[in-house]
């Protein structure tokens, strides 16, 4: 294991958790650090949209659940 990761884990939970949104901040810090790529931006803004034009057209969990589990 990764000594400076083995220090970190050794942290109260709430130490950890502040240790870990300042990690992600710092990923996000540059536009080439960005989780998504554009055309994936693109489509959650697309998706965003639709729901937002048609919030009762989508299904809940549930629904694409059952549909996957009766497959």
Known sequence: MNP?????????AAERRELAYNLLDSIGASEEDAFLTPE????LTRRLEDYEKNPGGNFTWEEIESEALAR
């Open 40 to 43: 994936q931006e693109a489509e």
């Open 4 to 12: 400076l990761l083995a220090q970190a884990l050794q942290l109260p």
